[in-house]
């Protein structure tokens, strides 16, 4: 039982020395173009009453509206998110914080006219984890990459009016999985 402890202490120590030496903050930048007009794209990021294409959301609550400024709760699996606008700039730019348990940080998008007439679409999500030991788990198991992706997908698919489609696909996949298990 002592071997089994120490084991542990060592395990968890090296965690958190790597998470010393790790970076504080993770940003990524990611681009698309999204075959619909700046107002459209931009309009649809930053409603946050239409959010239900989000199928990593369990719910959105706004909290606060203050002109352009809104506070609002994402809730996945139990785990709450608080959200503030920072800024926006219609058409052009629209920035927001968050604060969860575990992180900080800050996303910010710019919306920009492409060649073939749609919306080159440009985020940018920085996080600071708050504690060493979380921000070695974070760089191991939390894709910010897949993360962004996913956003950017559901997106095009909301603004490509599949959303409909997108929804019977997610409960035929369902359906599958539930005839597999039988």
Not at 76 to 81: A, H, R, V
């Amino acid at each position: 039982i002592l071997y089994i402890l120490l084991a542990i202490i060592v395990v968890v120590l090296l965690i958190v020395v790597i998470g010393l030496i790790l970076p504080k903050t993770r940003t990524l930048t990611k681009q698309t173009i999204y075959n619909a007009s700046v107002e459209k794209v931009y309009n649809m990021v930053t409603n946050n009453v239409d959010w239900k294409y989000r199928t990593s959301l369990d719910d959105l609550v706004i909290v606060e509206t203050n002109g352009d400024i809104e506070v609002w709760d994402e809730i996945t699996g139990g785990n709450i998110i608080r959200f503030k606008t920072c800024e926006k700039k219609p058409y052009s730019f629209y920035s927001f914080d968050m604060e969860g348990k575990l992180f900080k940080g800050y996303w910010f998008a710019e919306f920009k006219s492409a060649d073939n007439g749609g919306t080159l679409f440009i985020a940018t999500e920085s996080i600071e984890y708050k504690n060493p030991f979380i921000r070695t788990l974070a760089y191991l198991f939390m894709d910010l990459d897949k993360f962004m992706e996913a956003y950017q997908q559901e997106l095009r698919i909301k603004i490509e009016n599949n959303w409909c489609r997108m929804k019977a696909i997610n409960e035929l996949s369902n359906i599958k999985d539930i005839t597999e298990l039988g």
